[in-house]
Every structure is written in C-alpha cells, then in structure tokens.
C-alpha cells in the first residue's frame, strides 16, 4: 500500500509539472513581442524551462508506472484510470524525443496541454487498484495495452503537428470550410476540457443522484438485486424503468432509450451530454471574451514556423506510430482474444473503433504515398485521425457496452 501512496504522489508531481511547463511553453510563444524583449531569446529562455519541467515530470511519472507496477502487482493498465495516465506517459515520451530532433518550443506549447488534457481525464477513472479479472490475467494484456498506448502517443504528436499546420496556413481574415471545420476541431476539444471540469466539480461537491433498477438481475455471487446506479454530475437523462432514491441538483428531463444495454449506459449517455453541453458553452465563452474564433486567436504562435516543417514532423510521427498501433491494438489485441475469449475477433464495439483508427491511417499512408497527399490534406487527415481516437477513448468507453467495459468504466 506504501508503493501505491507513492505512485499517487509522483503522479500528482508529474501532473504538476506538465501544467507549469505548458504555461511556460505558451509564455514563450506568446510573450514574444512583450516590450523591452528580444523574442528569440525570450522563447529560448522560457521553452528550455518548460522543456526541463517536462523532464522532471516525466521521470516522476516514470516512478508512478514502476511503483504502480511492483505495489499492484501487475502491469499498471488494466483499467481506464491506468491505460489513460500511461498513454499520457507515451505521448510525453514521444514530445520529448521529437523535442530533441526538432528543437521547436512551439511543439511543447500543443503537445504538453494534451498531455495534461489526458492526464487529468485519467483522474475521472476510479483510481483504486483491484485484483484482475480472468481475462486480465495474461502477459498478453501488457503486450497489446502497452504497445497500443505507445503508437497512440506517437500518433498524438502527428495529431498536435498537423493542426499546428492548419492554423499556420488556414486564413483567419475569411470565413472558409477549412476555418469552419478547424473550429470544429478545436471545439471538440473544449468538449472533453469541459467533461473534465465537470467531472472534476461535481465529484467534489458531492451531488450525488442515485437510481434503483425496477428489474432484479443476479449480481457477482448470483443473488437476484435491484441494480443501483449512481451518477456524479447532474442528471439530464434517467436510466430506462428505474426509480430516484437520492435526489440530485436536478431532475432528469428525459430517459434513455430501451436499446441501450447495461445498467450503467444512461449514466454514461448523460456524461455524454454534459460533455457536448459544458463544450459549446466554453467555445462560446472564449468566443465572446476574445471576440474572434480560435483559430485567429492561436494563429500567432505558429506565424513563424515553417508549415513545410510541421508536415513533415506530422508524417515522420504517423508513419512510426502507425505500425507501433497496428502491433499493439490489431495484432496482439487478436492474439489476446484468442487466449481471453477463445476467438480472434468479436465485433465488440472498441475492437471495431480500433479497426476504424487502422485503417484511417492506412489510408492517410496510401495516400501521402501514392497520391502524393502532403500539405493540408495531410494536416487535415492527421487531425481527423485523431479524433477517431479520441471518439474511441470517450465516446465507446463512455457510451457502448462490451467486452472492455470492464476498464473502470
């Protein structure tokens, strides 16, 4: 129990440090032109500190994985809490080491605030460690959860690179599809900054509402019960045929459909909601205050870069991410079912979003390769690619029922 206090502690640091270097990596890309400094040695100044800080943090991360290891006794990615701290510990890795290739500040100032989105969505997930199931129970789980995290922290810089092209060259003077969808884009990930936020309030203002199922089913040693469910944030859609038995801030306004299985489906259908809600309402927010869309606001920071570079630190990063996540959540994820569930593949819902991802970059690779896609197709496919995965992270996790739903869902 002591290696797991530790192991919190040194997350809780690392997360620390990745907040502070990513203020310093946005100082030194915005404060360029403050009075009296010379910009290049102001970014030089303050992107060697953040890139420092980012060190610091990922070695105390890298103490968390090794503690979370010998304390829990297994590999520390069997639940959604674990796989999302150590798929941020992968894209850190990744940052650093384009970091040392490139040399560009501006890569810290996108790459390390989605560290520290995905991070602090980890902490949403039930942080304890609990004996594994079954199907756990394999070296084959590390194998394919490790390698899979891995390619998509890589795939994650290829992501960060490729918007940092489209707000380098989409123009922000005019009103286009690209400057449309790029604010989408970036809207999105204001969705998943307000889950957090809310998430994160709610836990703490202990609000609680709390739902009994009409319908007894057997529990784990086979008892007939009545299911209790209970939602952390405000409820907005109630479970189908259950009754309140601890109120809430508010009532629900409506109940899920009959088709969506599981107990647990319409509580993670109304954090759903409230994501998309809490999302929209931020954009808005921001677009008020700052009276100009994102894009335009962000546009400075990359004036500099050249967009020729960024595409080719996007590509370089997809074209070794991609066959890290092809090992990683197609093939040992393959050779893993056959020895948890006696089969290859099942259709489950994350095995189908994993096969969605493949072959998205499959295709971004045939056609940079073949049909000569570079540029702002490319960016535009490396930015969509990723929001697959983060569609697959949120969205299946949060909303369909299947086989992984085991991951502290």
Known sequence: MQLIQLSDWLLDIAFLLYVLSSILFVVAMTGKNWAGRDPKQHER?????????????FLAQTGYVVTRWIGGGHSPTSNMFEFMAFLDYC????????????KLTVIGAFVLPLGVIMLAYSYVFP????????????YWLYIHVTTAALGEGILA?????GLM???????????????????????????????????STFARMDQKTVFEMNKEIPNALGQMEKPRVQYTMPAIVAPADATIIKQGPMSPLFSAPAW???KDAARKLNTMLWSILTGVVLYGVLRLVFRKRLGALIRPTVDEIDPELLDEIS????????PVFTLGAIIFA????????GRFWGWDPKEVWALIVWLFYSAYLHLRLSRGWIGAKSAWMSVIGFVIILITLVVVNLVIAGLHSYAGV
């Not at 894209?91 to 040392?100: F, G, M, P, T």
């Not at 393959?334 to 569930?341: P, R």
């Open 45 to 57: 100044r303050y992107g060697r500190i953040a890139f420092w800080l980012a060190v610091i943090g």
């Open 91 to 102: 894209i850190i890795l990744a940052y650093l080491i384009i970091y040392r290739i490139y």
């Open 127 to 138: 942080a304890e460690v609990t004996p594994l199931i079954p199907s756990l129970q394999s």
């Open 157 to 161: 810089v290829g992501f960060a690179a």
């Open 165 to 199: 092209y489209l707000l380098r060259t989409v123009p922000q003077d005019v009103s286009t599809k690209s400057t449309k969808w790029l604010e989408v884009v970036l809207a999105v990930v204001l969705m998943l900054v307000g889950f957090i936020g809310m998430e």
């Open 260 to 262: 969506m299985e599981g």
């Open 315 to 322: 590509y370089r990063a997809i074209s070794i991410g991609y």
């Open 334 to 341: 393959m050779i893993w079912a056959q020895e948890a569930w």
